[in-house]
C-alpha cells in the first residue's frame, strides 16, 4: 500500500469553477503537508504547506487538513486557465534543519477550461 | 537570484552505458535533494545532503547509483551501469538551513535508457 494516495486524474473544469484536489494518507507520524503546482516539463513549485490539522488560506488558494482521517485537500477558488497544471500533494515527518524527507501523491493533472 | 539549475535536461543513452546528471542549488543553500520519478509513478526521495555531507541516502535504489557532493556546492548523480528502470526524470532540490516547507526544484534531467 502506497504511503500516499492521490486520484492522477485526468479532471477538466470549466473556468470559475471551484477545485478540489485530494489526497490520503497512512502514516499517522505525517505532520507537514504540503501542495505543489508542476507545469509541463517544470520542476514542482511550492504553492501552500500547513503543519498539523486545519485550515490555511492564501489567495483563492486553501489548504486543509483532517489528521483525524489522514485527508487532506486543496480548493481553487474561481478557477483560471493559468491554474492548468499538475497538482502534487505531499507530506513529511520533520523538518529538522530544513531536512525534508518528502512523500508525494502521484499527482492530479488538472485542466480548467476557458 | 538563479535557480536550481540541471544538466542535461534530457539524456539518452543504452543500457549498461554510464550518466552523470549534474546539480546546481541556489547559492546559499546548504541542502541539497535528489528526487526520482520513474514513469507513471509517484517522485521518491533519493538522498540528502548537508553540504558535502551525505545526511539520508535511504531513498537510494541501489550501489549503482553514486551521488556527490563536491565542497558543498554542485551535485552529480552517476548511475552506473544502467539499466532499462532507471529512466525516468531525476530532480534536484534544494533548501536554506532554517526553511520550512519551502523545496526549491530544478526543472528535472529526463534519462531514458534505451
Known amino acids: 500500500q502506497k504511503e500516499v494516495e492521490q486520484d492522477p486524474g485526468p479532471l477538466s473544469v470549466p473556468e470559475g469553477a471551484i477545485v478540489s484536489l485530494n489526497c490520503t494518507y497512512s502514516?499517522?507520524?505525517?505532520?507537514?503537508f504540503m501542495w505543489y503546482r508542476q507545469y509541463s516539463r517544470k520542476g514542482p513549485e511550492l504553492l501552500m504547506y500547513t503543519y498539523s490539522s486545519g485550515n490555511k488560506e492564501d489567495g483563492r488558494f486553501t489548504a486543509q487538513v483532517d489528521k483525524s482521517s489522514k485527508y487532506i485537500s486543496l480548493f481553487i477558488r474561481d478557477s483560471q486557465p493559468s491554474d492548468s497544471a499538475t497538482y502534487l500533494c505531499?507530506?513529511?515527518?520533520?523538518?529538522?534543519?530544513?531536512?525534508?524527507?518528502?512523500?508525494f501523491g502521484q499527482g492530479t493533472r488538472l485542466t480548467i477550461n476557458p | 537570484e538563479a535557480g536550481v539549475t540541471q544538466f542535461p535536461s534530457h539524456s539518452v543513452i543504452e543500457k549498461g552505458q554510464t550518466v552523470t546528471l549534474r546539480c546546481d542549488p541556489i547559492s546559499g543553500h546548504d541542502n541539497l535533494y535528489w528526487y526520482r520519478r520513474v514513469m507513471g509513478k509517484e517522485i521518491k526521495f533519493l538522498l540528502h545532503f548537508v553540504k558535502e555531507s551525505k545526511q539520508d541516502e535511504s531513498g537510494m535504489p541501489n550501489n549503482r547509483f553514486l551521488a556527490e557532493r563536491t565542497g558543498g556546492t554542485y551535485s552529480t548523480l552517476k548511475v552506473q551501469p544502467a539499466e532499462l528502470e532507471d529512466s525516468g526524470v531525476y530532480f534536484c532540490a534544494s533548501s536554506q538551513e532554517a526553511s520550512y516547507g519551502e523545496l526549491f526544484f530544478g526543472e528535472g534531467s529526463r534519462l531514458t535508457v534505451l
Open positions: 505531499a507530506m513529511t515527518q520533520t523538518l529538522i534543519q530544513g531536512a525534508q524527507k518528502l512523500v
Open positions: 502514516n499517522s507520524a505525517f505532520q507537514y
